[in-house]
């Protein structure tokens, strides 16, 4: 089965600037959940989406937002890029996110760099 | 969720067992204890979970003592590619999603 795939792996942006950035969840997965990870402030939890709805937010402004699609596929937006921003974005999935133990398996995530 | 407590760093010799312990005095009844590795600059990688039994896959073993206040992670036969950094977590299912919250976790070096 294959497992989470995030796109792109790198980019590389400049502050003011907008980026949009995909996940695909393993196959009959449902929650998809988004991270930003920095050295300074480790994993730090964005917000969670199930059946195209946002179930949990953290506690990010409103520059970041996202979506999930019927095909349970994941994109989250950074508009107006600040050079903070830079860091690694993951992606993770589980069959559904809620009651008994259910594994989040992250993607390889996508670096963003903003200059 | 309970707070979870480990050694910064370890080192294990490669083709010996690496034992990785993990303190979680305040975890509660409907806590599972899951772990997690990050080689650097990838995206964590599910290792193994339990919740009060020890529990074996092909990656690892999980032992949790009986009061399951501390565990410990067992990487059988550690080889270079096992150096990363081992994330344990407590986390609650029952009620909302369990967004993951990583510790500094321990960074295993396995040497040669």
């Known amino acids: 089965k294959a497992g989470v795939t995030q796109t792109p792996r790198y980019l590389i942006k400049t502050r003011g600037q907008q980026v949009t950035l995909s996940c695909s969840p393993i196959?009959?997965?449902?929650?998809v959940s988004w991270y930003q990870q920095t050295p300074g402030q480790g994993l730090q939890f964005l917000f969670e989406y199930f059946s195209e709805t946002q179930r949990n937010k953290g506690n990010f402004p409103g520059r970041f937002s996202g979506r999930q699609f019927s095909n349970s596929r994941s994109e989250m937006n950074v508009s107006t890029l600040e050079l903070g921003d830079s860091a690694l974005y993951l992606c993770a999935s589980s069959f559904r996110g809620r009651g008994s133990a259910d594994t989040q398996y992250f993607g390889p995530g996508t670096r963003l760099t903003v200059l | 969720d309970a707070k979870t407590t480990q050694p910064p760093s370890m080192d294990c010799a490669e083709g010996r067992a690496a034992n990785l312990p993990c303190n979680h005095s305040t975890i509660s009844g409907n806590e599972y204890v899951y772990w997690y590795r990050q080689i650097h600059s990838q995206g964590p990688q599910y290792i193994i979970h339990g919740l009060k039994n020890n529990e074996t896959n092909e990656m690892a073993s999980l032992i949790i003592t009986e009061d399951r206040k501390s565990s410990t992670l067992i990487l059988p036969h550690a080889t270079l590619r096992d150096t990363a950094v081992y994330y344990c977590i407590a986390l609650n299912y029952g009620g909302s999603q369990g967004n993951l919250i990583f510790g500094k976790g321990t960074k295993l070096s396995v040497k040669p």
């Open positions: 196959s009959g997965h449902r929650s």
